[in-house]
């Protein structure tokens, strides 16, 4: 069986991008284009993995990981932040916020795939 990953971000591009290079590699991808549409969608699904964005209408990627992590079945989740920001103090938000990861955009689907791997248990 193959893992579920989320993808949230609110760009139909960077979304199709990141199902292409997952699916390459044997994923399966759900998708959200926003924190509100991950957290309706995550209220009847458990991925292995979320990879948000971080600036997003209606829930922001650190919204999001901090309501995850609120929620016993999400505690220990691999959440990947997928982002433009590349500031020290947003990743050291977003670590504060629970996430277990930090990508830049535009991603090389290789290190997104080997940061995956590592994160995932």
């Known amino acids: 069986m193959s893992k579920t990953i989320l993808a949230v971000d609110d760009s139909p591009s960077m979304r199709m991008l990141l199902r292409a290079a997952l699916t390459e590699r044997g994923y399966a991808v759900a998708e959200a284009e926003d924190g509100v549409a991950a957290l309706e969608w995550l209220d009847s699904n458990a991925p292995h993995l979320v990879i948000t964005d971080i600036n997003m209408p209606r829930m922001d990627g650190f ?32 670590r504060q916020a629970g996430a277990t990861g930090w990508i830049v955009k535009p991603f090389d689907p290789e290190k997104l795939a080997s940061a995956i791997r590592r994160v995932s248990h």
């Open 63 to 94: 919204g999001l990981i901090e309501e995850l992590r609120t929620r016993p079945r999400f505690r220990d989740m691999p959440i990947l932040v997928l982002t433009t920001e590349s500031s020290d103090e947003k990743k050291a938000r977003a």
